[in-house]
Structures are given as structure tokens and as C-alpha cells.
């Protein structure tokens, strides 16, 4: 790659190439994993460009290809995996400039891809209607980097995950040829992009649609036993008339221990169930959770004073990857799993594994439609002591039916399906010939003989250099 | 019954006793029943009084009372087990009049129970939003009635029936006792009054719960045969991300026969999907479809021309009981059932009993959410040949693990869970202790002792006079 030169080619644009501010902007939430953070520590990439145009894309886009130059999209940073980090140095294309509200229209938004979740709902809520779903980082996180490497969060009880189709509409995409082009995908074609890390592609608006806005109230339900709370949490969300946004149980000790600003509500070892519920449906929901007994309401945010909301942050921020944040701000020897236990015995599941390990592994589930059908994905703390430890800990779960989306490897395939997905291989050597783009995280482009069934790690020559 | 003394006590309000029009306005839909037919055809109240406000209905009551004349309360008689109809004579209380949207808030709204169900959605559709659920009678039925005999409908793919907690936000209800009492009901009280057919209590005012309102494409997908368009429709139900509000499976030749007006898109003997899918989610929608492949698209109203559309009901008039209704109309011999195929193997279930009947009961399946998983609930066309073979063809299906919600009966116990309603009796006991609300149609009440495992039929003796 030719720095210089490219350099000159992008002469007017926002290039930043300090070291140390390059560093920080080479850089995600990686380092929830103790094993990415030993591995991805020192990446960096050399320059962070800001494009605030898709004219600027494409001129960089064209730069880069003709000086050998990788780029590495970038939203907020917020994701948990590496994925913003560009394991082979080059450029850094932050799109925080993109971040214009283009469209609302009823029942859908169209955006570029660096506007801020939070941002955009503030502008659709103006119509009565927000994003279908969010992650925790929903204040920080950008559209974009949610759909090139998210799966889902805050509303996935409702609406299912990125991946169904319906979820996102359409997107636009710049592809990283010696002519760049822009491609406008719908349908089945989604998938070519979406959850690929910006790897054959850079996706620059969005089109998703939206669901109805209201007020939400935050509550938590507290019990003595965690198992009951997850009963209670299932049963919740089999509860068709009663709308909930956020449906979570999380193991004691840690809603005592991690959710400092919670704590007065709690008991030291209780389990909480987190929901996020309509206002109009909460005579409903308190109805149901009298009948069905074992807990106890022990915070509602719409019966809570002015003076106790202060400083509380909302239940989303208690969920999803934000309660292992909460716990390695009070315990930084702890990291997490990704775990789906499948429909219908997911409850049994989790009673077993909840067994197996106890206060090694305690549990943090998340309630979500899938296929149809209501289950729980968990992201429970991991008590972590080795890797191997940790390795052993992920087997055990597989050998119990509850399949692991590791958030411990950089790569697509290894955090995911642990298989080539065909339609992004092919969808990147059309769009990416060079493989320029976020290079390091498709096995199937960087290594097509690599064998998923060894247990050997994935590791990319790219990150020794 | 003091009939003459009543009258008195009610001068000044709107009161009808033209025979003619008191039988007309004592009847409802109980026709699509040959056995009801037989039973309920000469049944006439003896007066029609029509009033205009609450404070009308507590003098009516108190009228009643004293002179020991039976109340029945209507809405738009759209029922179909007779529910609205005077078994015992006496007064019809005609609701029509009590037909205000009182307020609209985000999320729900309150109305007067004689408003008709798509004239609410008119004003509420200013601010965003519809009701979340409806009969096929949404253009003539009132929200009281369908509350106080209905059960779901369509949008029950999203939240399921009205029995569920959330469904209904709250009911305003008058008693029948000496002094009148107004109650406000709300959570698991809700059940003591809902789908009574207002046998326990008169309800003049509901709040429920709105959803987003959306332009809703009706779509036609025809199948060459019956079970791969189930299999579709189940599909499309349990795609989380792909929004319908209405998902039904319809068996050849039903659809070329009944649907006269859509006829030109469809092939004689071919099976149809019917459905009602937001126009966002048009695009996942085809994709899904092709991806399914076997059924073709063969109508859609978001590409149909304006000539076209001119004479076609929309599709929620093609679904629920306007299938029934549209088959009656051109083979009056026919009937039909209600069958519940449950999760999870409903589709099998629904193969085994087609294999059965063959176009003795040709299939039509309403695809709803029931305890929070996809599942059908079937209203098949029966070519009904005697009552004897009607209750074989109900025993079968009972025998092959589908219960029968018996359209061929007037009282609640025996339509519904064949027991008693202890909550509902109860009520009954304090709310109406002279047993003057809608005679005849709660068996736990009329005869305590009768016993729901014989095969015996309930006859209410008032109907002999």
C-alpha cells in the first residue's frame, strides 16, 4: 500500500493521522473478551478518513483501490467483536459524517448509515414511530454498524432478529472496485451484506422499517430463584395481548452486585427480570405477574419520583451487552458467552446448564421471537479463569444442545454459523476483488481450506505484521 | 314480566314494539347454523328500546327489575350463536345509539360499546392508529358486541385473541339490581364480563388497546394444493420480521366457488392464501414467496388498477366468517365449524383430518397467535347432511386432539370450554341476581346440575313458550 500517494489523492478531505487519536478510532469493545483484547490490542490502522458525502466515499473508495490501500468501515465503535478494527492497518472510514434522517415515511425511515439509533428515533418520534429494535449502545451505535455487524436487541421479542427478512428494507451499498459502484439491495439480497462486517461492501443509507412509538416503562421483578424467573420471563413473553419491548432475566448476584444504580431496589442474590412494557399495557402486565406469583415488582419507572429517576439509567442499559459492561466495571476478570437455547425446551436448558455450573456461569438471558416462536438467547457472565477453561465451558454448552455464537474470534464464521456463508464469498469477490475491504474477518476469502470442524482458532497473518 | 307497566316507566326514551321490527331486531347470524336455525328461528323479544345515553340504560335497568322483564343486550346483531337473540322474550336493548370515540390516547382508545368497529378506526386513524384486532364484520359490528360474543379475529395473528390479558384495557359495566351499579373493571376482572354475552352485566364503555394503522395489501397466493398452502401460510406466520395482520388458508374448490368476485385471478379447485401484509413489508413478503416457491402471487391491491379494484371486498371480507357467509350465499346447504389445531403439529393435524373428510369438509384455516406460537384455528366449510353427521364430524376431530368450539350452540359453556365459568357465574350471582340478562345462555346458571360429559344437548325451557 502506497500511504503517500494516497494521502495526496485525498487532499481536502478530513484526514486524521495522528497515532494516537488513530489508535483510539482503530479501536471497538473488543476487549470484553479476554482473549481479543491479548490478541487485538496493538491494531491500529494508519490514517482515519471522514468522508461526509457518498461522493467521498466513492473518491476514497477509487483512492485506496488504486494504491492497495484496505479500508475498514467504521460506525460507532460499539461492537464487540473486532469487527470495526482494521487488523490490517490502512484506512479507517468513519462514517460519523453520514448521518443525515433522509425519508420517514409510515412504517419505515430511510437514513444514512452513520446517524446514531438514538438520533433517529428522536426525528421518527415526531410521527409516533421508532426503530424496530436496537442494541444496549442504542445512544451511541450507529444504523449502519448495527446492520453490518449486530443481530439484534431491544425489541427482538417483538420483531425477530437483523437476519428475518422484512427487518431491514433496503440498503445502499459502495463497492470497492477500480469504477466503484453503488448498488441499491432489497429482499433476499440483503443477506449479502447485512452481519458482514463491511466486508464486501460499504453500506451507506439504510432503509428499516418502523414500529409504533410509546412510552415505555421500565420494570424490574425481582426473585429469590433464578429458574422461577426465568419461567416468569418465558411466560411473559408467550403473553400475546400484553406488549413489552425488553423481556430479560438475569441471575443473582449480579443485578445486586453489577447494578450499582439499581441496587437499593434489590436484595443481594436475587435473580431480576428487566422489562420494558407499554404504558397502556401495564395494568395488564402487573395482572399477570400477581397471577403468576414467586416475584416481586420492585421498581417501576412510571410510579417512580422525578427525584429516583435521576441517574437511573434506562432498563436497556441494564440489558444486553451492557450488563456485562455493568460487571466488568465492578470485576474486569469477567467476560461473557453468546449462547442460544432452542425452542421448546430452552427453560430445561438453561435449569441444566444453570446446574452444571452455577455461580461459575451465572445467567443473563434475553428473550426474543425466533422463527416464530419465543426463546431465550444468553449472554451470561463467565467467570473466566483460562481459555481453556473458558473453551471447555462452550463445549459443555454445545454437547447440551445450546449452540455458541463466540464473542471470542474476530472472524464472521468463528463468532457465527462456523461455516462459509456462500452468498457473501461470492457477494465479495464480485464487490471486493482486491479483498481491500476489512481484511481479516472472512475465513472463506482469507483461507478457503480452512477446516471449521478443527478446533484449530482462526488466526490472521495480517495481525503479526 | 309486567310488559304494560314497564312501558310506562320507560315513556320518553326510544321504545319499538312493531312485531315485525322487533323480530328483525331480535335476531342475529345464528342462520349460519342449520341446527340453530331449527331452534332460534321464531324467537322475538317484545320490545326494542334504543337508548341514547348511560344514564337511559340505568332507568331501563331499574325498570326491568322491578317488573321482572328479561334484558338482551345487542350490538349489531352480527353474532353467530344466537347470542344477541331474547330466548326469554322480554326487552332488546339496542346499543346503536351509544356509538362515541370518547378519547384517543397514544396506544389505546375509549369508546362507547355501540360504536361500530371501522367507524372507530376513522377517527383513530388521524392519529396513526387502529384497533388490533376485528371480525369480518369490521364494517357493521360494534366493538361492545364484539368484546361481549366474539373472540378474535383478524390482527389475532399479532396478538392473539380477546381473552387475552392486554386485549381489553377496561370495561364500563351496569348492573341489573334493584339499584343499578356502575363498575369499572379492569385486569383479571376483565373475564367476568367478557364473552359473556352479556349475561352478567351490560357494557356501555371499552378501552382497548390501538395499534400502528398501516395502508394493508390485500394479496391472493394460490396453491394446487391445500396442505403446501397451509405450510406456506404457517411459514409466513412465523416469519418475525414480515408484518400481516391477516393470514388464512382456504381449500379448493371453496375460493373459485364462494369468491365470486375474485373468481378471475383463480383457477377452478385451487387452494388460496389470503392475506393482509404492510406495504413496507410488500418486498420481504415476495421474496419470502419466491424463496417458498410452489404458490403463485395472483392478486395484489398495491398493483392492481383502480378499474379493478372497483366490486372486490377487501380480503378481510373473504376471511373469518365471510367464507362461510360467501359460501352460503351461493350453496345454502353448507355450514361450517370452529376447530382449534394446536401447536406445534397443527399442520399435521390439519393433513390428517383433510385426508378424513376430502370436500366433505373442505379446510379453511385462520392463522392466529395462541399462547404466544403461530397456530390455526379453523372455521372448514361442513357439507352438511344431517345433525347426526355434523356431531360424528365434531367427534372426529375431538378425536384426533382438535377441540370444537360448537358453532351449533346457543350458550356459552357449550360453544366454548364445555364447563362452567366459575368467575363468570359468580358475577352473575352479584351482578344479576334475578337472572333477567340474556336468558337461556349460561347453562351453570339455568341448571346447575347439568352435566357437560353427556352427549346431551342443552334446551333452554323459556324457548318452549
Known amino acids: 500500500m502506497d500511504l503517500d500517494a494516497l494521502k495526496m489523492d485525498l487532499e481536502g478531505l478530513e484526514v486524521e493521522d495522528n497515532p494516537q487519536i488513530v489508535k483510539q478510532k482503530s479501536r471497538d469493545f473488543f476487549w470484553y473478551s479476554p482473549v481479543l483484547k491479548r490478541q487485538l490490542d496493538d491494531v491500529a490502522g494508519d490514517l482515519v478518513v471522514t468522508p461526509s458525502s457518498e461522493d467521498d466515499i466513492l473518491r476514497i473508495v477509487k483512492a485506496c483501490y488504486e494504491h492497495d ?167 411473559m413473553g408467550n403473553q400475546d395481548g400484553i406488549l413489552t419491548k425488553e423481556i430479560a432475566a438475569v441471575a443473582g448476584p449480579v443485578p445486586y452486585e453489577y447494578f450499582l444504580r439499581h441496587q437499593k431496589y434489590l436484595k443481594k442474590d436475587q435473580s431480576v427480570c428487566l422489562f420494558m412494557v407499554a404504558s397502556f399495557a401495564m395494568d395488564a402486565f402487573m395482572a399477570f405477574t400477581e397471577q403468576f406469583g414467586k416475584g416481586s415488582v420492585v421498581f417501576r419507572s412510571d410510579t417512580a419520583t422525578e427525584e429516583e429517576m435521576k441517574g437511573l439509567p434506562p432498563v436497556y442499559e441494564l440489558a444486553w451487552n451492557h450488563t456485562t459492561l455493568r460487571g466488568l466495571r465492578v470485576d474486569p476478570s469477567i467476560t461473557y458467552l453468546q449462547v442460544l437455547y432452542p425452542f421448546p425446551d430452552h427453560v430445561e436448558k438453561v435449569a441444566k446448564l444453570t446446574r452444571l455450573f452455577g455461580d461459575e456461569v451465572p445467567g443473563h438471558l434475553e428473550f426474543v421471537r425466533f422463527d416464530g416462536k419465543i426463546t431465550c438467547f444468553g449472554l451470561p457472565i463467565v467467570r473466566y479463569t483460562s481459555d481453556d477453561r473458558l473453551e471447555e465451558i462452550m463445549r459443555i454448552h454445545e454437547e447440551n444442545g445450546c449452540p455458541i455464537f463466540n464473542p471470542h474470534r474476530y472472524t464472521l464464521e468463528e463468532g457465527g454459523m462456523k461455516q462459509t456463508d456462500a452468498v457473501q464469498l461470492a457477494f465479495k469477490k464480485e464487490a471486493d476483488p482486491k479483498g481491500l475491504l476489512n481484511p481479516g474477518k472472512m475465513i472463506a476469502w482469507e483461507d478457503p481450506d480452512f477446516d471449521f470442524n478443527s478446533d484449530r482458532m482462526f488466526l490472521f497473518p495480517g495481525l503479526a505484521r
Open 69 to 235: 490501500v484496505p479500508i475498514t468501515t467504521r460506525g460507532a465503535g460499539t461492537g464487540n467483536y473486532g469487527q470495526a478494527m482494521p487488523l490490517a492497518g490502512g484506512l479507517v472510514l468513519n462514517l460519523a459524517k453520514l448521518n443525515k434522517v433522509l425519508e420517514i415515511k409510515t412504517g419505515s425511515v430511510r437514513v444514512q448509515a452513520g446517524a446514531i439509533m438514538a438520533a433517529i428515533d428522536e426525528e421518527t418520534r415526531a410521527t409516533g414511530q421508532e426503530l424496530r429494535m436496537h442494541p444496549s449502545t442504542y445512544r451511541t451505535a450507529t444504523i449502519g454498524g448495527f446492520i453490518a455487524g449486530g443481530s439484534g436487541g431491544v425489541g427482538s421479542i417483538n420483531w425477530g432478529g437483523l437476519r428475518d427478512l422484512g427487518n431491514i428494507i433496503s440498503l445502499r451499498v459502495v463497492t470497492m472496485e477500480e469504477e466503484p459502484r453503488i448498488l441499491h439491495l432489497t429482499g433476499t439480497d440483503l443477506q449479502k451484506v447485512s452481519h458482514a462486517y463491511g466486508t464486501n461492501g460499504i453500506i451507506t443509507e439504510v432503509e428499516v422499517p418502523l414500529a409504533a412509538a410509546y412510552d415505555w416503562v421500565d420494570v424490574l421483578v425481582a426473585f429469590n430463584g433464578f429458574i422461577d424467573a426465568v419461567h416468569y420471563a418465558d411466560a
